[in-house]
């Protein structure tokens, strides 16, 4: 397995998987927080934190939809290769294609179903009044690192001979 680290990756697109790792990082400090502080708690002071439950879920699915477009960006996602390796040359090159267009499809899908959740939707979480655009705004970000990733991966497989 190859993986696109940021420290052979130069340039903005290794500034981007830096800033990313970072993020995620935080991310997953501040879940481990509201739930650490949460369990704390509802155990030892016999209350339970309602901010505490509602931010770690904010935070949790911007932790796995920027870690998805992270992942996208370091090819670290799971793929199952048998069929595609025992396939010749020639169709390999078509599933590497179709794939991408897949991937393609499904972004595009996202961003305009992003478009159309967002007009004139004006609803924000009950205890912290986070607005819940900011919320689903995680679905374009991943959906935006993804597509640059299958941009990167698309130019890799026209420019090499063999996928």
Same mark, same amino acid.
């Given at each position: ?18 800033? #990313? /790792?970072?993020?995620? *990082? @935080?991310?997953?400090?501040? +879940?481990?927080?509201? =739930? ?6 509802? !155990? ?46 020639? #169709? /390999?090159?078509?599933? *590497? @294609?179709?794939?991408?267009? +897949?991937?393609?499809? =499904? ?6 179903? !992003? ?49």
């Amino acid at each position: 397995m190859t993986t696109l680290s940021s420290t052979s990756t130069p340039g903005l697109l290794g500034w981007l998987i830096t800033t #990313l /790792r970072i993020a995620v *990082g @935080l991310l997953v400090l501040g +879940v481990v927080f509201c =739930v650490t502080a949460n369990v704390f708690g509802r !155990f030892v002071l016999n209350t339970s934190y309602a901010w505490a439950e509602e931010l770690s879920r904010v935070l949790f699915i911007w932790l796995v939809l920027l870690g998805a477009g992270l992942g996208s960006l370091e090819k670290e996602h799971v793929a199952v290769t048998y069929f595609k390796d025992l396939a010749p040359a020639g #169709l /390999r090159r078509v599933l *590497g @294609l179709t794939a991408v267009a +897949v991937i393609y499809l =499904v972004c595009i899908c996202i961003l305009l179903g !992003f478009k159309e959740l967002i007009s004139g939707y004006t609803s924000a979480t009950p205890m912290l009044g986070i607005p819940k655009t900011w919320l689903y705004s995680a679905m374009p970000v991943m959906a935006g690192l993804t597509l640059i990733a299958n941009t990167l991966a698309l130019v890799a497989l026209l420019r090499r001979s063999e996928p």
